[in-house]
């Protein structure tokens, strides 16, 4: 079989010619990433009950719903966050692995069920159930120059303009404003005067609930009707309110003593935001971040570019004043990570053919492995995408690893041919086809004991497994390729490209004679071991106890730690603190952060606790955006 790739080197070319094509194809449709896809997937379920404590929500909101959560499929563990502003967070998680999408629904109608237990207040402002990304891909903050155009002003405006036009943009998963406000009429009741007219809180807000609806008022004329009814009228009714002067007429009392009672009577009502729980700021000046989460399996890279793009189109629209800016991009690491390992990539390439050439002396006979290696190489992405991997750090890593893997197959072929030209005088031809014979089976069996070593890595579990997964395979690929390559079109190429004899010059000589005499070095030491066992053996005790004495002292890790570009920042203070309080404490640490000359941005949310994604007015966290690697000296970490 392999002779018929030998006497047919169009074929094999073909062949090969075809592993490239299927190579380049499935390059360009990976997405890129900084790892894989490791972190379990999570599900969040959240809840409002306006003016309740934390204790409260625990009892009536959370335990309802915590009792129908155990028994999910796939799910670990689930944590509950409760705050005093009224919203509750549970955090449900699932194996790795899991159908986030499956796993959504199957929570969703566990909620369903113990929704009649639940509030009324709490059904009706609704529990929502989404899948939660934690992959935030980048954060666009949105600032004005303006004094008018106040925090609640550009977070509506990002809410109504941006948000949905992020969302539409290949690779967003979903798109979270932080420190959102929404417009909400604020009704400020006056306690006295209440007292005074004999009102109750549940009065007013009956009156609002009846005055502040939509209701179908019906229509005039419509059958039955008496037979000379020409027109059929739709009565259009007054829906909700959307003035501080409407609320402010709104009906308390029409029967009282002292004639109609409006709730401006007993209240001040003004145009407000929802909620002032969330406060971000970029730099110290307010602002509304929006973040960018990345749809699982999307390209980072080609992601964060299209958001730039989709900004840079919008902002011919922004209200005078309005400016934007990145103060948190992921992106960025991911794109000097991935050159930096291309640059790798290419030395360690470079140096593979410098050592082949060295040893094979031969410039024809480096470039048989010159063309096989690539090969291989470029091959391993079809592998990637039919596994439905992506272009990530492991994956690199491993391609970069199998470069000093995948050309031994070559060369054992090339390096016997080679001796059966020197040393049986044979032809080009006639001694590919001998070595081939000779040395298939050795090939094949390297391939297999590779694969062997590599491909039950693949099926560890847990994170780590998830994460080294694509590593192993994609080592196990590329040697596959490269054991087809060395059956199939190294030989033609050894048959097509090797001369019988080549010379050899000055520098070739030298090296020839201080490498046989490092030869003979070697071989006089296993000489020297093997009449003097026992030396040996203290030798390998040695090294022993010195892999065992290092693997003791050197610091271990899932990754290793790297400068990513950016600080991260929890503040967390007193139970009970006010947002006012937690403001000023984290901007009094920012101040003293942006004095650091490596800084470039510094921006908090204030009100939002990242390690549990809870709100919490006694909380901060902040993102500390490090200058372009090449214009600091010093890391994050320092």
């Known amino acids: 079989m392999t002779k018929f790739f030998i006497t047919r080197p169009i074929f094999a070319s073909v062949l090969s010619i075809i592993i490239v094509l299927a190579g380049l194809a499935a390059a360009f449709q990976l997405p890129i990433a900084q790892y894989p896809q490791i972190a379990p997937p999570t599900v969040m379920i959240t809840a409002t009950y306006p003016g309740a404590s934390a204790d409260t929500l625990t ?18 563990y689930f944590n509950s966050s409760a705050d005093s502003s009224g919203t509750l967070t549970i955090t449900a998680t699932f194996e790795v692995g899991t159908d986030v999408d499956q796993a959504t629904f199957n929570v969703s109608n566990r909620v369903n069920i113990a929704s009649p237990r639940l509030p009324e207040e709490v059904r009706r402002n609704g529990v929502v159930v989404q899948k939660r990304s934690n992959d935030i891909l980048l954060v666009t903050m949105f600032t004005s120059k303006d004094p008018k155009h106040d925090r609640l002003f550009l977070s509506n405006y990002a809410t109504l303009n941006i948000v949905d036009e992020f969302k539409r943009v290949k690779g967003v998963g979903d798109v979270t404003v932080f420190g959102g406000q929404d417009y909400a009429m604020r009704i400020w009741l006056r306690p006295d005067r209440m007292a005074q007219l004999g009102v109750s809180t549940s009065d007013v807000a009956a009156a609002i609930n009846a005055q502040n609806n939509q209701y179908a008022a019906g229509k005039i004329g419509q059958d039955p009707a008496p037979a000379d009814q020409q027109i059929v009228y739709t009565v259009t009714a007054k829906g909700r309110l959307v003035d501080p002067a409407e609320f402010a007429n709104i009906i308390i009392r029409a029967n009282g003593p002292n004639g109609v009672l409006y709730l401006k009577d007993v209240a001040r009502i003004e145009l407000g935001a929802q909620s002032y729980n969330v406060a971000s700021a970029l730099n110290g000046k307010p602002g509304v971040a929006v973040a960018i989460f990345l749809q699982n399996g999307a390209n980072a890279l080609d992601t964060a570019v299209a958001i730039k793009a989709k900004t840079e189109e919008l902002r011919p629209r922004f209200p005078a004043g309005i400016e934007t800016t990145i103060p948190y991009d992921t992106s960025d690491f991911v794109k000097a990570t991935i050159e930096e390992v291309f640059k790798t990539f290419g030395e360690a390439l470079v140096l593979v053919v410098l050592v082949v050439f060295l040893f094979l002396q031969s410039w024809r006979a480096t470039l048989i492995p010159l063309i096989a290696v690539p090969i291989s190489l470029i091959g391993t992405f079809a592998g990637l995408y039919m596994f439905g991997f992506s272009i990530n750090l492991l994956t690199l890593f491993a391609m970069i690893l199998a470069i000093g893997i995948v050309v031994d197959d070559a060369i054992v072929v090339l390096e016997n041919t080679e001796r059966l030209m020197s040393e049986e005088g044979l032809d080009p031809f006639p001694a590919a086809v001998k070595s081939i014979q000779q040395v298939s089976a050795a090939v094949v069996a390297i391939v297999l004991v590779l694969c062997a070593v590599f491909v039950p890595v693949a099926f560890q579990g847990g994170i780590a497994g998830e994460l080294y997964r694509q590593f192993a395979v994609t080592v196990a690929i590329a040697v596959v390729i490269s054991g087809v390559v060395a059956l199939t079109l190294t030989p033609a190429l050894c ?34 071991t093997l009449h003097h066992k026992i030396i040996g053996a203290i030798v390998f005790a040695g090294i022993i ?39 000023k404490t984290t901007e009094s640490i920012r101040a003293e952060i942006a004095k650091d000359p490596a800084v470039a941005h510094e921006f908090a949310i204030n009100g939002f606790e990242l390690l549990t994604g809870a709100n919490k007015t006694n909380a901060s966290t902040m993102f500390v955006r490090m200058k372009d690697w090449k214009e600091r000296t010093t890391s994050a970490d320092q």
């Open 59 to 76: 009892k009536t909101v959370a335990a309802p719903i915590e009792e129908q959560l155990s028994g999910v499929d796939n799910l670990l």
């Open 495 to 528: 048959a097509m490209i090797l001369k019988k004899s080549h010379g050899e010059n000055a520098f070739f000589r030298k090296f020839n004679q201080g490498f046989g005499g490092l030869t003979k070095l070697y071989i006089g030491t296993v000489n020297l």
């Open 545 to 583: 106890a010195a892999v065992v004495f290092l693997f003791k002292i050197v610091p271990g890790g899932f990754v290793p730690p790297e400068d990513q570009g950016y600080v991260v920042n929890v503040v967390v203070m007193p139970d009970g603190a006010t947002l006012s309080r937690t403001i």
